[in-house]
């Protein structure tokens, strides 16, 4: 697979890596074996980048990764690259985001993952007093120097807090909603974060499996599923839930969307080789709840370029359908 260097961070890292939100909560309930089991098909894939957070499941994800670290073999070559994040543990306002806390947060976070520094830590989604602070980023500084972890980024829901977190020296990555229906970071963020030697790490880039073609109206979601309860933002921002395009919305522009799939891929890897074709890009984390998405979703980062046909059916897909609904919120 093709791999891109998180340049801040001095690491290479494939263009394809995996998100585990899933690993955690927020959608239907992964065992054990099989996250086992998804990790490991993941990195046989060529997988070398995985996302992760310390809320995700109270650390559940967390310790799963470190667990298959503990036990991953040097014969596979060199570990893969890990980042977690922290933030969500406090109460959302600038007072919760002290050194004390990113020392108490981050300690927590190398004990699940079983590592001495962490490759990476990001801010999750804070507020915006979070990004505009002097003092977060000097606790952030602080955190590499006591060597809790070797580099920090922040990941956003606004292109404004990319802008932000951008004009800072040390910022190594950031992370934000990047997808067929999501572009508005195109515009400034990726030319921006080019400029300034800065990693974007594209999430949620199915729409929250919209983009996969698998979903009906009838299609019925777990509870403890966010894209049956946060649907109009009740437990967050809207933003990360089917990329805040509503419903319908999705399920009619995905039907045509699935029409543009070149012959021997799947929708969800036209989606994910749609958002590595983007300058700037580092890596993509999608999510997997099986060893088969992993596979499929990792073989994207081979995939040929789409052709210039494609890319302008897709971007007139998004003007026609989407763009109003979404482009002026994010």
């Not at 697979?1 to 494939?14: F, P």
């Not at 929250?208 to 309860?229: I, M």
């Not at 040929?304 to 059916?313: F, K, M």
Request: proline share 3%; charged share 25%.
């Amino acid at each position: 697979m093709e791999e891109r260097l998180l340049t801040k961070a001095g690491r290479k890292v494939s263009v394809v890596g995996l998100g585990t939100w899933q690993f955690g909560d927020g959608w239907a309930h992964v065992r054990e074996h099989d996250v086992r089991a998804i990790l490991d098909a993941a990195v046989e894939a060529g997988v070398d980048f995985i996302d992760t957070a310390d809320v995700y499941g109270d650390g559940r994800s967390e310790r799963l990764i470190g667990q298959f670290l503990r036990e991953f073999r040097t014969s596979q070559g060199e570990r893969p690259t890990v980042a977690t994040k922290l933030g969500r543990r406090g109460a959302q306002e600038l007072g919760a985001f002290t050194l004390d806390n990113f020392r108490a947060w981050t300690d927590r976070s190398r004990a699940n993952l079983g590592v001495d520094t962490l490759d990476l830590v990001q801010l999750h989604t804070p507020p915006d007093a979070v990004f505009e602070s002097d003092a977060v980023f000097d606790a952030l500084d602080v955190l590499v120097d006591e060597g809790r972890t070797k580099a920090y980024g922040v990941s956003v829901e606004t292109c404004a807090q990319a802008m932000t977190a951008l004009a800072r020296p040390n910022v190594a990555s950031v992370q934000i909603i990047l997808n067929v229906f999501r572009r508005k970071p195109l515009e400034q963020v990726l030319p921006a974060a080019r400029a300034a030697g800065v990693g974007i790490i594209a999430r949620v880039p199915l729409a929250s499996g919209l983009l996969s073609g698998k979903f009906r109206r009838d299609t019925v979601f777990a509870e403890s599923d966010h894209r049956n309860y946060n649907r109009h933002g009740e437990q967050f921002d809207v933003g990360e839930t089917f990329s805040g395009v509503d419903y319908e919305t999705g399920l009619a522009a995905a039907g045509e969307f699935t029409g543009m799939v070149p012959a021997g891929a799947t929708p969800a890897q036209l989606a994910l080789r749609w958002v590595t074709q983007q300058d700037g890009v580092t890596t993509v984390i999608p999510g997997a709840t099986s060893v088969a998405q992993a596979r499929s979703n990792a073989a994207a980062g081979s995939m040929e370029p789409l052709s210039e046909d494609t890319l302008d059916r897709l971007r007139e897909l998004y003007d026609r359908r989407i763009r109003a609904q979404v482009h002026h919120l994010w």
